[in-house]
């Protein structure tokens, strides 16, 4: 489910703007069904914890990215709703760089919570129109939020194995 979230993030630029309300909601049941059935059956693995947030933040960049040049949102909603995926793929980079992003990578509820709201961001665009800006608000907020939980728990030193 995470590879076809994945593909559809490549492919959602080219999809006629009919199909957005589907793909979009695909992008939102793939995103949770797969983690709770992995969890489920006991079949998550490390490719598949690294890989998820990868394709969670390249389906809602490519999303936003789309429905801005539709002119389905703007460049303000754009960064309010996106800057969370925008500094942590930054941050990500930098500790790949350094190769402390898997040792410390791990999902946090406020950004299970941001991505939630994201992809309901995505979904009122794409079948109602302009949303409400509590949700736009609301999103920019958890997502300030989860930047900082992130941050937080990179920051936080590794605990001690034990020698025994």
Known sequence: MTISRLLLAFAFPFLPAEVWAGAVAYGLATEFLD?????????????GVLLDPV???LFVGSVL??????????WPELLLVGLRDL?????????????????????????KAT????MGFLLWLVVFGDPP??????TAAVGAYALVDYVRAWNRPEPEESAG
């Open 65 to 74: 990215g789309t429905l801005l040049v539709a002119g389905l949102t703007t």
């Open 115 to 118: 991505t939630a709201l994201q």
């Open 87 to 111: 500094v942590i793929a930054t941050v990500s980079l930098r500790l790949l760089w350094r190769r402390d992003l898997i040792r410390k990578m791990e999902a946090r509820l406020a950004g």
């Open 35 to 47: 983690g709770w059935l992995a969890r489920r059956l006991g079949s998550t693995s490390r490719f």
């Open 55 to 57: 394709a969670d933040k």
């Open 133 to 138: 800006p509590a949700l736009i608000y609301g």
